[in-house]
């Protein structure tokens, strides 16, 4: 079996996919500032290498996945008041991701996994009420694992689980694993550590980058990211993404074949 991208296929060959055995995967981002040194795609980078992960370990299991183009405009009202951020309304995100899931269905897939890099609240509640209303509506599985949450977040980096992790060491060693040429080296390497914990931020009533002191839109630790971490977190990723998918799959066994 290979992990095909529906982008690159023809229409007589998803026809001849064993669509009932296959996962569909969707990477999720946002167009939004990442600090001065990452590109406004960042999300979508690590969204793309967490679907592909992912996809390499479902096919190991057995399981056919299918990549689906990412989804890089979304709710970010968080990052809005930073130029470049493009932030639509979460019901947009919800119906899109749910159309989907509906088209999906019709067509015969088996589940819709999404490997999310984006973790606003908006977002975050976006994919989560079109996980609900899938489910109510007869659809394919919408699989999600939201990583800021128990138990998938204790399977990153010490960066991550601190909340200061946007635009800093966690998401600069991804990118740099992945695209290095759209890193802004010069510039990364001299940025302070800022450990402001965005989750923290949050829970104490902050809306926005500026709100958490973040005015520069990155927190964490730039400065020390590596390739070797970020293509550690991606394999940590795909994994995650695979896991779900074969728990909500096969939940008595975890196995998903």
Known sequence: MAIHQLAE?????????????????????AVEAHGPHL?????VIIAEAMARSGA???????IPALLLPPLPYTAAPFAAGFEGTISLGGE??????????????????????VANAHLDPKHLSSIAEAERRAREGGMIPVIWPDITKK????????????????AGR????????????LVREEIRAGLPPHPTSISQAIR????????????????GWPA??????????????????????SLALTPDTGRGA
């Open 9 to 29: 296929m023809t229409w007589e060959e998803v026809r001849a996919l064993d669509r009932a055995r296959t996962v569909a995967v969707l990477p999720t981002g």
């Open 39 to 43: 590109p406004l795609g960042a999300d």
């Open 56 to 62: 390499e370990a479902l096919l190991a299991r057995g």
């Open 92 to 113: 947009t995100v919800t119906a899109l991701i749910l159309d989907l899931a509906r088209e999906l269905t019709r067509q015969g897939f088996r589940a819709l996994a």
């Open 151 to 166: 138990p998938w977040a204790h399977r990153l980096t010490e960066e991550f689980k601190t909340g200061a992790c946007h």
């Open 170 to 181: 966690y998401e600069s060693s991804i990118v740099l694993a992945e695209r290095p040429d």
């Open 204 to 219: 104490s009533g902050a809306r926005t980058f500026e709100d958490a002191g973040a005015g520069r839109a990155y927190v």
């Open 224 to 245: 020390d990211a590596t390739a070797e971490e970020g293509r550690a977190s991606v394999r940590a990723l795909g994994a995650i993404l695979a896991d779900a998918v």
